[in-house]
Protein backbone atom coordinates (compact mmCIF):
# COMPACT_ATOMS: atom_id res chain seq x y z
CA UNK A 1 0.00 0.00 0.00
CA UNK A 2 1.32 3.36 -1.16
CA UNK A 3 1.70 6.08 1.88
CA UNK A 4 0.24 9.86 0.75
CA UNK A 5 3.82 10.91 0.27
CA UNK A 6 4.74 8.43 -2.23
CA UNK A 7 1.23 9.04 -3.69
CA UNK A 8 2.01 13.26 -3.62
CA UNK A 9 5.61 12.30 -5.12
CA UNK A 10 3.83 10.31 -7.85
CA UNK A 11 1.46 12.98 -8.71
CA UNK A 12 4.38 15.65 -8.99
CA UNK A 13 6.34 13.29 -11.11
CA UNK A 14 2.98 13.04 -13.19
CA UNK A 15 2.39 16.46 -13.57
CA UNK A 16 6.31 17.09 -15.68
CA UNK A 17 6.44 16.49 -18.84
CA UNK A 18 6.48 13.49 -20.99
CA UNK A 19 9.89 12.71 -22.39
CA UNK A 20 11.33 9.99 -24.50
CA UNK A 21 12.59 6.77 -22.16
CA UNK A 22 14.36 5.94 -24.77
CA UNK A 23 16.78 7.90 -27.57
CA UNK A 24 15.56 5.88 -30.47
CA UNK A 25 11.90 6.75 -30.53
CA UNK A 26 11.20 8.96 -33.75
CA UNK A 27 8.89 12.07 -32.45
CA UNK A 28 5.82 10.86 -34.58
CA UNK A 29 5.97 7.42 -32.59
CA UNK A 30 4.04 6.70 -28.87
CA UNK A 31 6.64 3.91 -28.36
CA UNK A 32 8.81 4.83 -25.48
CA UNK A 33 7.00 7.94 -24.11
CA UNK A 34 5.09 8.68 -21.01
CA UNK A 35 1.22 10.21 -21.36
CA UNK A 36 0.80 12.32 -18.33
CA UNK A 37 -2.77 13.78 -17.49
CA UNK A 38 -2.47 17.95 -17.66
CA UNK A 39 -3.93 18.58 -14.69
CA UNK A 40 -3.58 17.17 -10.71
CA UNK A 41 -7.99 16.04 -10.53
CA UNK A 42 -7.80 14.03 -13.13
CA UNK A 43 -5.32 11.81 -10.96
CA UNK A 44 -7.90 11.50 -9.15
CA UNK A 45 -9.64 10.21 -11.29
CA UNK A 46 -7.60 7.13 -11.70
CA UNK A 47 -7.83 3.78 -10.50
CA UNK A 48 -5.65 3.12 -6.55
CA UNK A 49 -3.97 0.33 -8.17
CA UNK A 50 -2.71 3.17 -11.40
CA UNK A 51 -1.87 5.48 -7.80
CA UNK A 52 0.39 2.38 -6.33
CA UNK A 53 1.82 1.81 -9.70
CA UNK A 54 3.09 5.70 -10.37
CA UNK A 55 4.30 5.47 -7.19
CA UNK A 56 6.60 2.75 -6.92
CA UNK A 57 7.89 3.10 -10.42
CA UNK A 58 9.20 6.86 -9.58
CA UNK A 59 9.94 4.95 -5.91
CA UNK A 60 11.95 2.82 -8.17
CA UNK A 61 13.62 5.54 -10.61
CA UNK A 62 14.75 7.56 -7.79
CA UNK A 63 16.26 4.95 -6.33
CA UNK A 64 17.91 3.20 -8.89
CA UNK A 65 21.78 3.50 -8.06
CA UNK A 66 21.34 2.87 -4.34
CA UNK A 67 19.31 1.23 -1.57
CA UNK A 68 16.31 3.05 0.59
CA UNK A 69 16.62 2.81 3.92
CA UNK A 70 12.73 1.62 3.54
CA UNK A 71 13.54 -0.86 1.31
CA UNK A 72 16.71 -2.10 4.45
CA UNK A 73 14.12 -1.77 6.70
CA UNK A 74 11.73 -4.06 4.79
CA UNK A 75 13.73 -6.47 4.70
CA UNK A 76 14.60 -7.06 8.59
CA UNK A 77 11.77 -9.99 9.72
CA UNK A 78 10.69 -10.40 13.39
CA UNK A 79 12.58 -13.62 13.46
CA UNK A 80 15.94 -11.73 13.40
CA UNK A 81 15.48 -10.45 16.34
CA UNK A 82 15.66 -13.84 17.92
CA UNK A 83 18.59 -15.43 16.27
CA UNK A 84 20.79 -11.66 16.58
CA UNK A 85 23.12 -13.14 19.33
CA UNK A 86 24.03 -15.86 16.57
CA UNK A 87 25.86 -13.24 14.05
CA UNK A 88 29.05 -13.63 13.99
CA UNK A 89 30.54 -11.31 16.83
CA UNK A 90 27.37 -10.18 18.06
CA UNK A 91 27.95 -12.10 21.71
CA UNK A 92 31.78 -10.59 22.47
CA UNK A 93 30.44 -7.30 21.10
CA UNK A 94 27.18 -7.47 23.50
CA UNK A 95 29.23 -8.78 26.15
CA UNK A 96 31.59 -5.79 26.15
CA UNK A 97 28.69 -3.10 25.70
CA UNK A 98 27.20 -4.48 29.12
CA UNK A 99 30.33 -4.50 31.47
CA UNK A 100 31.71 -1.32 29.83
CA UNK A 101 27.89 0.56 30.65
CA UNK A 102 27.21 -0.90 33.57
CA UNK A 103 31.27 -0.17 34.90
CA UNK A 104 30.59 3.44 33.47
CA UNK A 105 27.08 4.07 34.78
CA UNK A 106 28.15 2.84 37.88
CA UNK A 107 31.59 5.23 37.86
CA UNK A 108 29.38 7.95 37.21
CA UNK A 109 26.60 7.28 40.21
CA UNK A 110 29.66 7.00 42.71
CA UNK A 111 30.74 10.27 41.31
CA UNK A 112 27.43 12.13 42.62
CA UNK A 113 25.07 12.28 39.61
CA UNK A 114 21.69 11.04 39.89
CA UNK A 115 20.70 7.90 38.97
CA UNK A 116 18.81 9.22 34.92
CA UNK A 117 22.31 10.73 34.32
CA UNK A 118 24.31 7.65 35.41
CA UNK A 119 21.74 4.95 34.03
CA UNK A 120 21.83 7.71 30.26
CA UNK A 121 25.41 7.44 30.77
CA UNK A 122 25.30 3.97 31.27
CA UNK A 123 22.84 3.33 28.30
CA UNK A 124 25.47 5.77 26.09
CA UNK A 125 28.65 3.91 26.76
CA UNK A 126 26.99 0.25 26.84
CA UNK A 127 26.37 0.62 22.88
CA UNK A 128 29.23 2.92 21.66
CA UNK A 129 31.06 0.08 23.36
CA UNK A 130 29.68 -2.87 21.88
CA UNK A 131 29.23 -0.75 18.24
CA UNK A 132 33.44 -0.50 18.89
CA UNK A 133 34.08 -4.36 19.62
CA UNK A 134 31.79 -5.72 17.07
CA UNK A 135 33.47 -3.32 14.51
CA UNK A 136 36.74 -4.41 15.60
CA UNK A 137 35.93 -7.97 16.19
CA UNK A 138 34.57 -7.78 12.17
CA UNK A 139 37.89 -6.34 11.23
CA UNK A 140 40.31 -8.87 12.49
CA UNK A 141 37.73 -11.69 11.18
CA UNK A 142 38.55 -9.73 7.52
CA UNK A 143 41.65 -10.08 8.06
CA UNK A 144 42.02 -13.31 9.38
CA UNK A 145 40.08 -13.77 5.59
CA UNK A 146 42.34 -12.51 3.82
CA UNK A 147 45.21 -14.23 5.79
CA UNK A 148 43.39 -17.68 5.33
CA UNK A 149 42.83 -16.32 1.60
CA UNK A 150 46.49 -16.11 1.16
CA UNK A 151 47.97 -19.36 2.92
CA UNK A 152 45.42 -20.79 0.35
CA UNK A 153 47.03 -19.15 -2.62
CA UNK A 154 50.73 -19.84 -1.56
CA UNK A 155 49.47 -23.62 -0.90
CA UNK A 156 47.43 -24.19 -4.20
CA UNK A 157 51.07 -22.34 -5.84
CA UNK A 158 53.40 -24.97 -4.12
CA UNK A 159 51.34 -27.91 -4.98
CA UNK A 160 51.17 -27.06 -8.46
CA UNK A 161 55.09 -26.75 -8.57
CA UNK A 162 55.64 -29.62 -6.99
CA UNK A 163 53.26 -31.55 -9.26
CA UNK A 164 55.09 -30.09 -11.80
CA UNK A 165 58.24 -30.77 -10.32
CA UNK A 166 56.78 -34.69 -10.14
CA UNK A 167 55.95 -34.62 -13.70
CA UNK A 168 59.32 -33.24 -14.67
CA UNK A 169 61.24 -36.04 -12.97
CA UNK A 170 58.40 -38.90 -13.94
CA UNK A 171 59.55 -37.61 -17.87
CA UNK A 172 63.23 -37.39 -16.94
CA UNK A 173 63.13 -41.51 -15.60
CA UNK A 174 60.69 -42.30 -18.38
CA UNK A 175 63.50 -40.76 -20.66
CA UNK A 176 65.99 -42.39 -18.96
CA UNK A 177 64.44 -46.05 -18.92
CA UNK A 178 63.91 -45.40 -22.78
CA UNK A 179 66.93 -44.37 -23.30
CA UNK A 180 68.86 -47.41 -21.27
CA UNK A 181 66.66 -49.74 -23.04
CA UNK A 182 67.50 -48.40 -26.20
CA UNK A 183 71.29 -48.67 -25.51
CA UNK A 184 70.22 -52.57 -24.52
CA UNK A 185 68.97 -53.66 -27.55
CA UNK A 186 71.60 -51.79 -29.60
CA UNK A 187 74.24 -54.07 -27.36
CA UNK A 188 72.38 -57.02 -28.13
CA UNK A 189 72.19 -56.25 -31.53
CA UNK A 190 76.12 -55.69 -31.73
CA UNK A 191 76.84 -59.06 -30.46
CA UNK A 192 74.54 -61.27 -31.59
CA UNK A 193 76.21 -61.12 -34.92
CA UNK A 194 79.46 -62.82 -34.67
CA UNK A 195 78.19 -64.96 -31.70
CA UNK A 196 77.55 -68.59 -32.79
CA UNK A 197 75.78 -70.33 -29.83
Known amino acids: MASSSDLNSGRTWLSQPATPSSPQSSPGSTAGTTTTPSSVESLDNLPKTTLEKVAAQQHSQSHRNGVSLTEVVQTIKPKDFLSVHKAPCSRQGFLTGIGAG ?16 AANWAVGTGAAAALAQYEFCQWRRRQERE ?6 EVYDRKQAEMKAKEEQQKKRR ?5 LRRDKEEEER ?3 SWYRFW
Open 189 to 191: TRR
Open 147 to 152: KMKRVV
Open 174 to 178: EEEER
Open 102 to 117: AGIGAIRWIMGLPVPK
